[in-house]
């Protein structure tokens, strides 16, 4: 299915989100925000959909971040409330995102790979937060993310300085999970997506919001003992009975996320 500035391929449990903006290095636009930001709501409400992957089209750009030239040329620039592709402002997502990082990742692309659970990138992808190379700040979840995701002094090399990391130096620096050749950085992204779909969606759901809920607490013992609502759903569903069903069975599980 192809919008005006994105496709959406969808293949049973699994959806391929594809910027398509390739003439601008994918750079993302307000009518894009708005655009992504209504693929994302669909997503997050589809009980069919349990995992996404994010890709740009082309082999250069994942994203090369805000479409500065838009902007220039006057066109309106007006705000969502999901933030930066309708995903970096969008707490309550508790599908996994695995961003397929196909070249440039600069700024606000940069960003958006930040707020997937895994990047998978290709060996001529690259990542910076440049803002204050411009007169900007990484204010799309970047300033905040990033020191999580790899520790304050890791971080603040990138952020300071502006520079540009390589996909093997990401993979180093811990914000990268695999590093891959271009023509086989879609079947490597979709083999984790398989990982995961091979999983309990509730299970899955459960993980992701308990991991990123806890760490509103400084102290684990608060984090371990505060109460999460996906936990008591996950005690009240249907794969947390046909789980171990299957094992004692020894078959495959039916799971339905329910």
């Given at each position: 299915m192809d919008y005006e500035f994105s496709k959406l391929e969808k293949k049973e449990k699994?959806?391929?989100?594809?910027?398509?903006?390739?003439?601008?290095?994918?750079?993302?636009?307000?009518?894009?925000?708005?655009?992504?930001?209504?693929?994302?709501?669909?997503?997050?409400?589809?009980?069919?959909?349990?995992?996404?992957i994010i890709t740009g089209e082309g082999e250069r750009a994942f994203c090369a971040g805000n479409d500065l030239r838009y902007q220039a040329e006057g066109g309106k620039m007006e705000r969502n409330d999901t933030g930066f592709a309708g995903l970096t402002s969008r707490f309550n997502l508790n599908k996994p995102l695995i961003a397929a990082v196909n070249g440039v990742a600069m700024g606000g692309g940069f960003e958006i790979a930040l707020a997937c659970d895994l990047i998978i990138a290709s060996e001529n992808a690259t990542f910076a937060l440049p803002e204050p190379k411009v007169g900007?700040?990484?204010?799309?979840?970047?300033?905040?993310?990033?020191?999580?995701?790899?520790?304050m002094k890791r971080a603040m090399s990138m952020m300071l300085t502006g520079r540009t990391v390589s996909a093997e130096e990401g993979l180093n620096l811990g914000f990268v999970n695999e590093v891959t050749k271009i023509e086989e950085l879609m079947k490597t992204a979709e083999n984790w997506a398989q990982l995961i779909l091979d999983c309990s969606p509730t299970s899955i759901r459960t993980t992701k919001d308990v991991a990123m809920s806890g760490l509103s607490h400084a102290n684990i013992e608060d984090?371990?003992?505060a109460k999460y609502e996906s936990v008591i759903n996950l005690f009240k569903s249907e794969d947390f009975i046909e789980g171990p069903l299957a094992f004692s069975e020894k078959r495959k599980p039916n799971w339905t996320g329910k």
């Open positions: 699994l959806w391929i989100i594809t910027l398509n903006r390739p003439e601008r290095m994918n750079a993302l636009h307000s009518p894009a925000h708005f655009e992504l930001e209504k693929i994302f709501n669909d997503f997050s409400n589809d009980e069919n959909a349990w995992v996404a900007l700040a990484a204010l799309a979840g970047g300033m905040h993310r990033l020191p999580r995701q790899i520790g984090a371990m003992s």
